[in-house]
Structures are given as C-alpha cells and as structure tokens.
C-alpha cells in the first residue's frame, strides 16, 4: 500500500517543542519533493515548509521561519519538521505531501498525502 504516515504531534506548552515524522511506505521518498502542511478548523490548508529531493533547498512560509525546519532521511524514507518556539497559533493538524512536479504551495498537485497528526499548543 502507498501512503505517508505522520507522527509526532501532540500538547505541548507555548514555547516548547515538537518534532514531527512523515515516512513513507510502498515507495521510494527519495523521487519526491515533501512538504508539509497545516490545517486549523475553518481554515485553507497551509504550506508551511518544502524540501527538495536531494534536500539541499528548503522553503518555509513566513509564519514558521526561523521557528521550523524541514529535513529528510532518505534511508529511512523519512522527512521530518522540528518546530520550535511554538505558539498558539500553531495549533493545527499537520500534513505531509509528497510531489513530483509544481509548486509546492498548490496543495491540490501532490501524488501523496498523510492522514495528519494533530498539534495543540496551550499552557
């Protein structure tokens, strides 16, 4: 079966943190681009951070730079997400996609999502 499996979230305290899994299964991760996106209720999905195949390029989304950071594991066909300095505001269900070509933001494109894991930030 082809599918991306998230894991990770949780509660934790403003200003703790996170760090968030996305392995793949059925295929090989190392042919794609992931990124990961977010979800709060009544919300878009949101593109928050992108990393290239060969994990030399990265992107974030201004609400999450210099507070995230995307990295991957192709021999354990894996991309992580560590989250720092957690706010409220990221409480959310977080994604990961994996995308073959386009843009990374058009969450629409991708060829594989994961069912999500939930991320509450609250004292």
């Known amino acids: 079966q082809l599918q991306l499996v998230e894991s990770g979230g949780g509660l934790v305290q403003p200003g703790g943190s996170l760090r968030l899994s996305c392995v793949a299964s059925?295929?090989?991760?190392?042919?794609?681009?992931v990124a990961w996106f977010r979800q709060a209720p009544g919300t878009e999905r949101e593109g928050i951070s992108w990393i290239s195949r060969s994990g030399s390029r990265t992107d974030y989304g201004d609400s999450v730079k210099g507070r995230f950071t995307i990295s991957r594991d192709d021999a354990k066909n894996t991309v992580y997400l560590q989250m720092n300095s957690l706010k409220p505001e990221d409480t959310a269900i977080y994604y990961c996609?994996?995308?073959?070509?386009?843009?990374?933001?058009?969450?629409?494109?991708?060829?594989?999502w994961g069912q999500g894991t939930e991320v509450t930030v609250s004292s």
């Open positions: 059925g295929f090989a991760l190392e042919h794609y681009e």
């Open positions: 996609g994996a995308l073959l070509y386009g843009n990374w933001l058009y969450y629409k494109g991708y060829d594989y």
